[in-house]
């Protein structure tokens, strides 16, 4: 099989890259920058922008499949970045899906697609989109996730969407990079009354979901095809727990100190506003969504990803912890 992975270099799409190569399959990737790391592996690599859609229709071609990861995450920045790299550039991708003939299309989207704020206990997919955003990522990439279910069409293109929660694992230069820098700058406090649970999932697990998604496509459509997934560890756990054994892993200060969620959001809210106001580039230190996210509850049932996909864990929490452990204990 022939598979077309866009953003090859990244946390996920990497892990994606080594598993789809693990197994056999020839892999082409897409992104912005230059990374002879990728091409290194034996990946055919094709550098440019998918916001380009002259570019994206002439390299999205001669695949069987497209995993779609590349996207602009955050919680800050200019709107019109978000939607042109996480909605118009997917609508690029699905244009030349149709324009060259490929039949298969997975699409990485996020949970926060359907988060308001509010807490999410065993949230299946059957919960609307919210009706207001806290920021422009989940805004954008809801629109780029309907745009790829509503072009799931048997017999021509087969496309579905995931979302995994909270992708961390031992290189992992995003989620837990972030917790440790704010640990060991003392930044980090306990949003609420930290009994708030939440999901995670191990960026193997993550990354095997894809692959899930692409065989159930070939396999399944008329049952996989069309929908969204939230993938996890099947494992919900309290989040300051989590957060304080990622801490102690890392030999940072484990957070003790408490803030209250509505003194934390309201914070935000004003943040956010005086940076709008002076026209500040940088990410202020607190958003509403970040203290949401770091007081509410959120996790999901992932019964449809494993009945639908037949996704399954590979890597149990505790063996993503001892991996973690290991691997920080020996640099």
């Known amino acids: 099989m022939r598979v077309l992975v866009t953003g090859p270099a990244g946390f996920l799409g990497g892990e994606i890259v080594d598993q789809l190569l693990e ?9 912005r920058g230059s990374y002879p790391d990728v091409v290194a592996k034996g990946v055919d690599y094709r550098q440019g922008d998918l916001t380009d859609k002259a570019f994206t229709l002439e390299a999205i071609r001669d695949v069987d499949v497209v995993v779609h990861t590349a996207a602009i995450a955050g919680v800050w920045g200019p709107d019109e970045q978000f939607e042109r790299i996480n909605t118009s550039a997917t609508e690029h991708v699905i244009e030349a899906c149709r324009s060259n003939g490929i039949k298969r299309l997975v699409f990485t989207s996020s949970p926060s697609v359907t988060f308001d704020g509010e807490d999410q206990c065993e949230l299946d997919e059957s919960a609307p989109y919210p009706e207001r955003w806290l920021c422009a990522y989940p805004r954008t990439k809801a629109a780029a996730e309907q745009s790829v279910l509503a072009s799931h069409q048997l017999g021509h293109l087969h496309t579905c969407a995931l979302r995994p929660h909270l992708v961390w694992g031992e290189d992992d230069p995003h989620l837990l990079a972030r917790v440790i820098d704010r640990a060991k700058a003392g930044q980090l406090k306990i949003v609420g009354d930290g009994k708030n649970l939440i999901d995670t999932v191990h960026v193997i697990n993550a990354a095997a979901a894809h692959l899930d998604a692409i065989d159930a496509l070939d396999r399944q459509p008329e049952i996989a095809g069309g929908r969204a997934y939230f993938i996890a560890q099947d ?15 890392a030999g940072v200060p484990v957070p003790r100190k408490r803030v209250p969620y509505r003194v934390a959001y309201s914070v935000g809210a004003m943040l956010e506003m005086t940076y709008q106001v002076l026209g500040r580039q940088a990410e202020p230190p607190m958003t509403r969504f970040v203290a949401a996210q770091l007081a509410k509850h959120h996790y999901f049932d992932i019964t449809a990803a494993k009945e639908r996909l037949g996704y399954r864990v590979r890597i149990s929490m505790a063996e993503g912890l001892q991996r973690l452990r290991d691997a920080w204990a020996a640099r």
Do not use: L, M
Request: proline share 4%; hydrophobic share 40%.
């Open 23 to 31: 197994r056999g399959d020839e892999v082409v990737g897409v992104s």
């Open 235 to 249: 494992e919900p756990v309290n989040c300051w727990h989590w957060i304080g054994t990622i801490c102690e892993a």
